[in-house]
């Protein structure tokens, strides 16, 4: 066993060494506009001697290290002075027209108009170093063409409709605002708050933005959290952080916290005709368990487990209603349902998976440019899924053959007895 040990070992070192010699790493320090956004940062008492720009062969544009860094070692310190905040934006040409301004604007608002006019304001703006740096477009769901849309997950979907509605209503509801701002602008206001510039700036601040706790400006209206922060907004995400393609525009591929999400509707056509679904689905949205109801590769997460022992009660056992939300085991005909039904739910789900997969292989055939880029950012998500579907139906399978064969098990032991 120990010599068994130490050859998995080193089949686990080398396969690691094979991944880090297989990523390239080119330096983007020399070129021309990271030259100017560190002269920028360096006049606004910014130093690192740690990082640099560079572009990765597997996760794109990035930090890399310099030298080896120990544990607890500062990486990185960027100045306040350097931060692009609401205070940035209330001290400069647009602050008089945002403190006159009621009904105030959000913080939010504020940052993203003030990006949108620093931008047409090109080299003249003292922000231009950090603007140029910046994606030109986003891979995020609130770019996606009509066509990419319909291949995204349901509730990927819909949160990036909401997401796409909030740009919208950015845009309409601040139109007579963005006529005041004509004056320090030197192309028609239409032609430069427009609902494209407003979604560039809005992903710029969602996908880039540090949280930084600040407090309320008497001009602006809600809490202030934004930070944009040069050069630091280049270190790439860990792959545990969460709704990476919602929130950044990407998929970190073999992310051991991936999840597939389960929508309630999916839940109602899966149990359509079962008698009291209505109430038990309005008991588990009065409880809040309808949100966050997910499948990884190892099985159905315990919500959702909870919320089909639930929908598999038989009408007449209502009093059971509220142990099964604490996760109370029922019994055993009611664990095999709810196990059958998590079965059947990951089976649409890989279903829907693959259908979605096809569609994209053909639209791939019949496109190029920013939609090509794009539908592979939905395909890279979609093949994640697959693979977690298929796992997690394997892991179900087995579960309930093991749950029928115990509750057999039981059953002869009762007729011996």
Known sequence: MKGRSRRVGRTARKRKRKREQSVRSVSLSHQLQYVRLMKFLHQRGFSST??????????GRGLKTLQTIMPGELVVS????CLLTTSTVLSSYLGEYIKSWKPRLSPLSALCVFLVCERQRGEASDWFPYIDVLPYSYACPTYFSEEVADVLPAGVRRRGLEQREAVREMHSSNQEFFRTLQPVLSQPIEDVLTYEALRWAWCSV?????????PSSCFLSGPDSYALAPFLDLLNHHPDVQR??????FVAMNNPHSVVYVEPDLLCDILRGEKSLDQKMKFLRENNFLENLTVSSEGPSWRLMVALRLLSLPQTLYHLWRPALLGQVVDEKTEVRSSQTARTLCQQLLKDTHIALDKI????GQCGGPLREQLEVVRALRQEERWILENCVTALKDSVILEKETSSCKANIGVMS
């Open 206 to 214: 969602n996908t880039r933005s540090v949280f930084m706790s600040r």
């Open 78 to 81: 960027l100045p306040e002075s």
């Open 361 to 364: 292989s053909q639209l791939l």
């Open 50 to 59: 740690l990082l640099q720009p560079a572009l990765f062969s597997d996760t």
């Open 244 to 249: 990476l393609l919602l929130e950044y525009g």
